[in-house]
C-alpha cells in the first residue's frame, strides 16, 4: 500500500527524528501532535496498542488522541491477561481483521503477547515495546524480571485465588497491593490518578506471567524499544538486555514503568520513529 504524507507530517516527523537523537527523550506536544491541512489522512499503518498486567487500555489514552490527531488509524484491544498463548491467539485474531500495514506495540506483558501474536502476519511492519518485556522462546515475563536486579514486583504482588463457575478450583491472580501501586507502578503519575488506577487494575494470572514464550516475531520483524530508566517492575537492565537481543533501535527515558501515560510525547515518537523507518 503506498504510503502519502503531506509537508506538516514530514515536518513533524523530521522534528521527532532530531528529538529521539537524545539518550534521554524530550518530546514536545506540538511535534507529536502537530496537524495542518496539508496532513494527509490515508494509507497509513494501523497501530495496534497492547496493554500488560494490571492496567487497561485506557493507558494508551493520550498516545491514541495524538496519533489520531496526525491521522493513524489506533486499536487498543482489552488483552485477556489469561496465558501467553491464549493472549497472543486473540491478539492474532484481531490483527486477521487489519488490512494494510500495522505497527504493534506492547507495554510489560503485552510485549510478551506482541512478540508472540505477529508471527505469521506479514502485514506487521515494526514491533514497539515501551517499558515491555521482549522474551526469547522459552522465557516468562517472571524469570526475565528475576534475572536482573531491581524488580519491586514481587514484593508488592497479592495472589488471589478464583474459582471457576462449577465451583472447582480456577487458577491464582496476582494484583499489586494498593500501597504499593504507585511507589512500584507509576511513581511519576499523580497520587490522585494512581489511586484510580490500582482500585480498577487488572490482575495478571500466574499462569500468563510465569508462561513461556514462543518463536519471537523480533527475529525476523524490526523493532524499537523504549526504556523508562525509573521502571520498578522491570529493570532496566533486563530491558537493555532484550532490546540488544532482538536488535532493536533503543532510546530510554527516566520514566516509571507505565511510561506510554507519564510520558506519552516520547512513546508517541517512537512510534512514529518505527513508522518513518518502515513506509
Known sequence: ????????????????????GATAIAVPASAAMTTTANVATTAKPTVVLVHGAFADASGFNDMIARLQAIGFPVIAPANPLRDVAGDAAYLSSILDTITGPIILAGHSYGGIVITNAARGHDNVKALVYLGAFAPDTGES???????????????????????????????TDGYIVAEKFREVFAADLPASKT???????????????????????????????????????????????????????VKEIRSS?????????????????AYAATR
Open 257 to 273: 514503568h507505565v511510561v506510554m501515560t507519564s510520558h506519552p510525547d516520547a512513546a508517541t515518537a517512537v512510534v512514529l520513529s
Open 195 to 249: 489511586r484510580l488506577m490500582a482500585a480498577t487494575q487488572r490482575p495478571g494470572s500466574v499462569t500468563g506471567l510465569s508462561g513461556g514464550s514462543g518463536e519471537p516475531a523480533w527475529k525476523t520483524i524490526p523493532s524499537w524499544y523504549l526504556i523508562p530508566t525509573q521502571d520498578k517492575v522491570i529493570p532496566p537492565a533486563a530491558q537493555r538486555f532484550m532490546a540488544k537481543r532482538a536488535g532493536s533501535t
Open 141 to 171: 515475563a517472571l524469570k526475565l524480571a528475576d534475572q536482573f536486579p531491581g524488580s519491586e514486583l514481587g514484593h508488592a504482588l497479592m495472589p488471589r485465588d478464583y474459582k471457576l463457575p462449577d465451583g472447582t478450583p480456577g487458577g
Open 1 to 20: 500500500m503506498t504510503v502519502q504524507t503531506g509537508r506538516g507530517l514530514r515536518l513533524a516527523l523530521a522534528t521527532l527524528t532530531l528529538a529521539l
